[in-house]
Structures are given as C-alpha cells and as structure tokens.
C-alpha cells in the first residue's frame, strides 16, 4: 500500500505560480513512478506531468509543456509540481499518483487498478 496526500493547491490570480506536493507513505515511493493528473469540473480527468523512479526522465501534457516542471525528492518521499503563468483553463483538482509505468504511454493511461492515488487538491485560477 501507498497513501498519497496532496497539498498546496489554493486560489490564484491567472499568470500566477502554485507548488503543489505529494507525500508519500507506506511501501517505498521510489520504487513507484509519480504522476499529476487534473479534473475540471465537468471534464474527464487528464494527464498533467509525470516523473521516473529516478527522477531523471518527466513528461508533460502539452497544455502544460513550459509552463509546469515536476520534480520528486525520493529522499522525502515527495513528488512537486511547480505551476508557473497559470491559466483560468488550469484550474481543477489536481491528483498525485503513484504507478509502475516505463513509457509516456504508461504513464498517460487511465487508472489501471494497480495505481495509488491521493484524494487531490483544488486549484482555482481567476481572470
């Protein structure tokens, strides 16, 4: 088992920055690759970024290529996504994931049962 609790989601003016967290517990997190998938409010969820077990491979959603950076601290059990020049179209629940994948393909797929995912954090981006 692995329990993902998100954090830092908040209100913000558009062109603004957010830095959200992913803190995870239970089996080692580092074993997991770490992802950030978003829900609009009557909108299907969608992948955001997504980061390797190491860190050193990430992926982005091309709505958000630029403009967000995801990052992981293995040490801390931590995965980030730092959310730069927000848009009014940002704004959704925003949820960390925990998933073996190896791909973009992996990581970009709908939940698969093998997943752990946290319970999200809103973010709301004002005009």
């Known amino acids: 088992q692995v329990q993902l609790v998100e954090s830092g989601g908040g209100l913000v003016q558009a062109g603004g920055s957010l830095r959200l967290a992913c803190a995870a517990s239970?089996?080692?997190?580092?074993?997991?690759?770490a992802a950030w998938f978003r829900q609009a409010p009557g909108k299907e969820r969608e992948f955001v970024a997504a980061?390797?077990?190491?860190?050193?491979?990430?992926y982005y959603a091309d709505s958000v290529k630029g403009r967000f950076t995801i990052s992981r601290d293995n040490a801390k059990n931590t995965a980030y996504l730092q959310m730069n020049s927000l848009k009014p179209e940002d704004t959704a629940v925003y949820y960390c994931?925990?998933?073996?994948?190896?791909?973009?393909?992996?990581?970009?797929?709908?939940?698969?049962?093998?997943?752990?995912w946290g319970k999200g954090t809103l973010v709301t981006v004002s005009s």
């Open positions: 994931v925990a998933r073996r994948a190896n791909t973009y393909s992996d990581y970009v797929g709908p939940p698969n049962g093998l997943d752990y």
């Open positions: 239970g089996r080692t997190f580092s074993t997991y690759g």
């Open positions: 980061v390797s077990r190491s860190g050193m491979t990430t």
